[in-house]
Structure formats: structure tokens, C-alpha cells
């Protein structure tokens, strides 16, 4: 027996077919797809389908089928399209079977978080840690009072570089994420939305970052005082290619201390970056009623 196991897009194929032969017993497809193809060719090698099923211009699956193709490749070690490896850890389809599948299941990052620590912790290298890199499937988020998002890295990093007034107890403050941490941020806060408590964006008044504050689910920016804001804010502190958010930002609509923010943004066109927020007491600015 020659055929390779089945790669993780047919894996993906079955497993989505199997749904539907759930709700309806078969399927008759073309064998002119490129899944069914490789499916068939497979079948064929184990014999379980007739030698001549890709000569047919149509193949019909049942549950009886699929059910024969996870018995074959556990007994082969190879990955088993009901073992749905989308979804679980690379480290767990490693367990399930011998097949290379490093490119497929939950990436490293994907549930992962960077984490700015309310109380630094001392570790075992005598060293004070101030973030820490978490699953946020393991945060008890019931105890947190307040969600904050930080926009970029740097200011992250050194956020106490920043005056923040948050009358908050217990607040979770995050990375938003790059390629490494933004799944991870779009999960924890899908979960946080269930929730109903605050949660908070802080990152550059510009129209990237307001149409993400308006458009993500935050119910408040963190920003200066509109006045000390109207001060050190310029024309080219927002980029050209941020204009095709402007239209969307004029058109929400927003809480009356909000507005002065929004109008100072879309008329005038003038933003501030978070990095030059330091030294500013920076307050909760509540979006929408």
C-alpha cells in the first residue's frame, strides 16, 4: 500500500461532510473534485470502494463509508478526520497518530495572551515579572472588574510610563496583538462581552484606532482631557491612509463627551499618538449611550 494518508484539507473535506450526512444519510458528489479524487484514491487503496469509482461521474458517501475511513487510519496510526485536528493542540494530534500534520490544529499563540501584571511577582531568578504570556482560557475572568486593551507594544511594555486614572479594583489589561497575540485577544474578549462589564481601548486617537474603539465592542477610550488633547494634537499625527476610516467614524454616533473627540478628528483632522500621551493624566472617555 502506497496512497499517502489523506492531507489536512480533505481531513477538513470529511469532516464537514460528515455534518452533512448527519442531517441527510448521503451525498452524491462529482469525482471530479480535487478532495473527492483524493479520498477516492485513498478508499481504493484500502479497499473499501470499488476499483472504478473514479471512473463514475458521480460517487455517492454515506455514513457507513465515513464511518469504515476512521477505522482504517486509527488502525494505521494515521490522523483521523473525526478527531476534527483543526481544533485541538499540535501536541495532541502528535498523540493521536505518527502523520506529519505541523501545519494544521491550534497555532502556539492562538489562545494565548500577553498579560500586564497588577502586583509584579518576584521569580525564581530574583527578577520582578511585570507580564507574563498566559492562556486565556486559564484567567478567572468573573474576578476582573474591567477589561484594558493597549494598543501598541511599546507603550504595553511601559505602561506605567502613563497615567491612567481607573477607578477600577481589579482590572485585566492585555496586548491587543500582532500575528503573534490577536486571536487570542479576539477570543478572551468574545468571552468578556458575556460578561457586561467595561471594557476599555487605549491606544493612538487616530482613525484607525477610534474606528477600532467604535467598531470592536469598547465601551470607552482611554484619553486626555479634550482640551489638553486639542493641544498637542496635529494633522500629522493621522496618516493619509487612514481616511477611508473617517466616513465611518462621522457617522456614528456617540456620548455628548465624546463628540468634541469625534469632531476634532473627522473635521479637522488632527490625531495624537499613544506614545505622546505620557505625562498626560489620561481618563475614561465613554463612547456610546
Not at 476599555?200 to 477610534?210: I, R
Not at 467598531?215 to 477610550?221: L, Q
Not at 486639542?230 to 462621522?250: E, N, R, T, V, Y
Request: with cysteine.
Amino acid at each position: 500500500m502506497s496512497y499517502p494518508p489523506l492531507s489536512a484539507q480533505t481531513l477538513r473535506y470529511l469532516q464537514q461532510l460528515q455534518q452533512r450526512l448527519n442531517a441527510r444519510g448521503s451525498e452524491r458528489v462529482k469525482t471530479s473534485a480535487k478532495a473527492v479524487q483524493q479520498v477516492l484514491s485513498w478508499c481504493i487503496e484500502h479497499e473499501l470502494v470499488p476499483g472504478n469509482s473514479l471512473k463514475l461521474p458521480q460517487f455517492s458517501f454515506n455514513l457507513a463509508l465515513l464511518n469504515d475511513i476512521a477505522r482504517v487510519q486509527r488502525q494505521l496510526q494515521q490522523a483521523c478526520y473525526l478527531d476534527a485536528p483543526h481544533q485541538h493542540r499540535r501536541l495532541d494530534n502528535a498523540a493521536r497518530s505518527q502523520q506529519e500534520l505541523k501545519s494544521i490544529g491550534l497555532k502556539p499563540r492562538q489562545q494565548r495572551v500577553l498579560l500586564k501584571l497588577h502586583t509584579p511577582v518576584d521569580s525564581c531568578l530574583g527578577l520582578a515579572a511585570e507580564c507574563i504570556d498566559i492562556d486565556w482560557q486559564q484567567l478567572p475572568l468573573a474576578q476582573f472588574d474591567m477589561l484594558l486593551v493597549v494598543e501598541n507594544l511599546d507603550c504595553f511594555y511601559q505602561l506605567d510610563a502613563f497615567t491612567l486614572q481607573l477607578a477600577y479594583q481589579q482590572p485585566l489589561i492585555i496586548y491587543r496583538g500582532d500575528s503573534q497575540y490577536s486571536s487570542g485577544c479576539k477570543a478572551l474578549k468574545m468571552a468578556w462581552s458575556g460578561l457586561n462589564k467595561p471594557a476599555l481601548y487605549f491606544g493612538d486617537f487616530d482613525a484607525k484606532g477610534v474606528s477600532i474603539a467604535l467598531n470592536e465592542g469598547y465601551s470607552a477610550m482611554l484619553l486626555p482631557d479634550f482640551a489638553t488633547l486639542q493641544q498637542h494634537a496635529s494633522p500629522a499625527m493621522l496618516p493619509d491612509k487612514q481616511l477611508s476610516f473617517i466616513a465611518g467614524i462621522k457617522a456614528q454616533k456617540v456620548t455628548s463627551e465624546f463628540q468634541p473627540y469625534q469632531q476634532l478628528l473627522c473635521q479637522q483632522l488632527q490625531g495624537l499618538r499613544q506614545q505622546n500621551m505620557q505625562g498626560m493624566r489620561l481618563a475614561v472617555i465613554n463612547l456610546k449611550a
